[in-house]
């Protein structure tokens, strides 16, 4: 699919879509316990059908009702088939192989597109170390034990989604487990999200030290009755189309919610934007903006938008700690500089910092590559909204991993789309 963007002046309310992250978790946490959860608010992207998907083949009754799922969770540990796919969902493997491994069946993981060149050697590491079997080839991931209880020592710069993994598995061993998180421990806040959802769902797991996590064994999930809150991700497009070109409200969101990308609000407030908090979202200004230095190595799903945030902010913006944007569904690094070089734009890197200046006169020259990638996608749409001539994108239709209405919800405020 490809999608032309007009410039357009946006205006109105968008109520931004329910957590990718939180549904994952929320999905996992239901099919664990034994009886029936409700969940609601969910939106069906790609990533959440294959856990979805997953979940059933371990034996979770999960029944769609719109946007409500009513799931009977599982009862034994018993996989009814040996390749479970996980698509391009990073989160859906990395959480699925410790608790797949709790079958003890010869068991394959297979994705799409980057998916299994994404790294796994942490699991491969552990899986070796405690004597289980653990192959990868070009078709997938196959692993035929169960993971055992006990001491785990983890690099914590790779990804949470290993952590989050273990944290969802280790509790329902029969002995207790210690988790040691090497420094530098980045998107820590995606472990607190699997805590919180832990917690819900009755399975309790505490920080013995700031990286070090304490797992009672012999627990077991109870069920629970959740609703999905907003996601602070995907949010982050259209606060920055409304700081940058015309006012928005956007809603939906838990004000007090734990995900790491809420720093959205004070990373653009720091950029000098205008943002007033409403009822259940807020109200975001077209503002004058100015070049930030950013951290973000707990919001790493921020970098391409703050990209974009950085093109039309006045001077220099700087992107630190933004290497593992090197290992997402592309190389967002070089993805972004790719794209916003057609746009004029003054922007390069090293290993782990971005560096972007102002662009005055954003004009895009040809056609944009969405890189496979729904969040390239999705930043790229904004830079073109924001811009001072109409552009297209090839590949759009990667939205649907995360995001399968965001050109529907940019039209709603008024943005200029085409699909075709
Ligand atoms: O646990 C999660 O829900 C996620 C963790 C993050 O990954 P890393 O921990 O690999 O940075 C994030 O980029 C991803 O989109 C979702
Ligand atoms: C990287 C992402 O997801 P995952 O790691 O689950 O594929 C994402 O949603 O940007």
Request: aromatic share 8%; hydrophobic share 35%.
């Amino acid at each position: 699919m490809q999608a032309t963007i007009t410039p357009s002046k946006v205006s109105g309310a968008i109520c931004i879509p329910p957590s990718k992250s939180m549904a994952h978790r929320a999905i996992i946490c239901a099919s664990l316990a034994k009886g029936r959860s409700i969940i609601e608010h969910v939106e069906y992207s790609k990533d959440i059908l294959a856990t979805m998907d997953g979940m059933r083949k371990l034996g979770a009754i999960i029944t769609q009702e719109h946007d409500r799922l009513i799931i009977d969770g599982i009862q034994d540990f018993h996989c009814e088939s040996d390749e479970v796919f996980c698509n391009e969902s990073g989160s859906t493997l990395r959480f699925f192989i410790p608790i797949f491994s709790l079958c003890h069946q010869t068991l394959t993981f297979t994705g799409a597109g980057r998916l299994l060149q994404r790294p796994q050697k942490v699991y491969e590491d552990i899986f070796h170390e405690q004597g289980l079997y653990f192959s990868q080839n070009d078709k997938g991931i196959t692993i035929k034990e169960s993971l055992k209880p006990g001491e785990y020592h983890i690099k914590g710069d790779i990804s949470s989604q290993f952590i989050s993994g273990l944290l969802f598995t280790l509790p329902l061993l029969s002995k207790d487990s210690i988790l040691h998180i090497e420094p530098p421990f980045e998107s820590r806040s995606y472990v607190d999200l699997t805590l919180e959802m832990l917690e819900l769902f009755g399975v309790h797991v505490s920080y013995k030290d700031d990286h070090t996590l304490w797992i009672p064994g012999n627990q077991s999930y109870q069920p629970h009755d959740y609703r999905i809150e907003g996601d602070f991700s995907q949010l982050a497009f259209f606060a920055v189309l409304a700081a940058i070109s015309s006012d928005l409200d956007v809603t939906g969101i838990r004000h007090s919610s734990a995900q790491g990308d809420k720093a959205i609000i004070s990373i653009l407030k720091d950029f000098g934007a205008k943002i007033e908090e409403i009822e259940d979202g807020y109200h975001i200004s077209k503002s004058s903006l100015h070049g930030c230095v950013i951290d973000l190595a707990n919001c790493p799903d921020l970098g391409p938008i703050l990209c974009v945030l950085a093109m039309y902010a006045q001077g220099e913006t700087i992107i630190q700690n933004a290497q593992r944007l090197r290992i997402k569904e592309s190389d967002r690094i070089a993805a972004m500089e790719e794209e916003l070089r057609k746009f004029g734009v003054d922007i390069h890197s090293n290993e782990d910092t971005i560096f972007i200046k102002e662009c005055t006169h954003p004009i895009c020259k040809e056609t944009l590559s969405g890189h496979n990638d729904h969040r390239i996608v999705m930043a790229l749409s904004v830079a073109l909204l924001c811009s001072e001539q109409s552009g297209t994108i090839e590949g759009a239709q990667a939205i649907s991993k995360s995001y399968p209405t965001f050109f529907e919800d940019v039209t709603r405020i008024h943005g200029k789309v085409e699909c075709a």
